[in-house]
Structures are given as structure tokens and as C-alpha cells.
């Protein structure tokens, strides 16, 4: 059993950054892949991006660049069973809650995750 808690979410300017984490329990955080999904208003649930068991690899959504390219980073601390997403250079589109998940699949597929936390709000407005 892994549980998932997401924390950092808020209201941020555009243009502005924010780093949200997400903090597992369970001593086999290094078993899983773990991404970062969201969900803006009115949309349904979208992969953002995600990082391999041991971090060496990450993934971002397959409209990386049209969405996220050069703006949000991922990695994670296996030591802390923590993984983080850096958003920079924020938008409107940004705008969603945030969840992190663990997976054993490589497809980033979120009818493929195992675990889910409950998800952090991120606002961006002025």
C-alpha cells in the first residue's frame, strides 16, 4: 500500500513559479514510476509528466510542446519517497488541480496507476 499526499498547490501570477510535491508513505516508493497528472475546469484528467523508479529517466505529456516544454521539471528524492514537479513561467492554462501517481507501467496511462493522491489546487490568475 503507498499513500500519496500532494502539497505546494496555490494561487500564483502568471509568469510566476511554484513547486509542488507529492510525499509517499510505504518503503517501496522506489518501486513505482511516479507521474503528475491534472485537471483544469471543465477537462478531463491529463498526464503531465513523469519520472522513472530510480529518477534517471522522465517523461512529459506527449503535447509537451505545445503545454508544458521548458517550463515544468520533474525529479524526485528517493531518500524523502518524494517527488516534485517545478512549474515556471506559469499561465491561465496552468490552472487545475494536481495529482501525483504511482505506476509499475510505462504507459503513464492513468487507468494504469495503482496509487493516487487526493490533489493540490494551483491558481493562476492576476
Known amino acids: 500500500q503507498v499513500q500519496l499526499v500532494e502539497s505546494g498547490g496555490g494561487l500564483v501570477q502568471p509568469g510566476g513559479s511554484l513547486r509542488l510535491s507529492c510525499a509517499a508513505s510505504?518503503?517501496?516508493?522506489?518501486?513505482?514510476?511516479m507521474g503528475w497528472f491534472r485537471q483544469a475546469p471543465g477537462k478531463e484528467r491529463e498526464f503531465v509528466g513523469g519520472?522513472?523508479?530510480?529518477?534517471?529517466?522522465?517523461?512529459?505529456?506527449?503535447s509537451y510542446t505545445d503545454s508544458v516544454k521548458g517550463r515544468f521539471f520533474i525529479s524526485r528524492d528517493n531518500a524523502k519517497n518524494t517527488v516534485y514537479l517545478q512549474m515556471t513561467t506559469v499561465n491561465l492554462e496552468d490552472t487545475g488541480v494536481y495529482y501525483c501517481?504511482?505506476?509499475?507501467?510505462?504507459?503513464?496511462?492513468?487507468?494504469?496507476?495503482?496509487?493516487w493522491g487526493l490533489g493540490t489546487q494551483v491558481t493562476v490568475s492576476s
Open positions: 501517481a504511482a505506476t509499475k507501467s510505462s504507459s503513464w496511462s492513468e487507468y494504469e496507476c495503482d496509487y
Open positions: 510505504g518503503r517501496i516508493f522506489d518501486s513505482y514510476g
Open positions: 519520472t522513472s523508479r530510480k529518477g534517471g529517466s522522465t517523461y512529459y505529456t506527449d
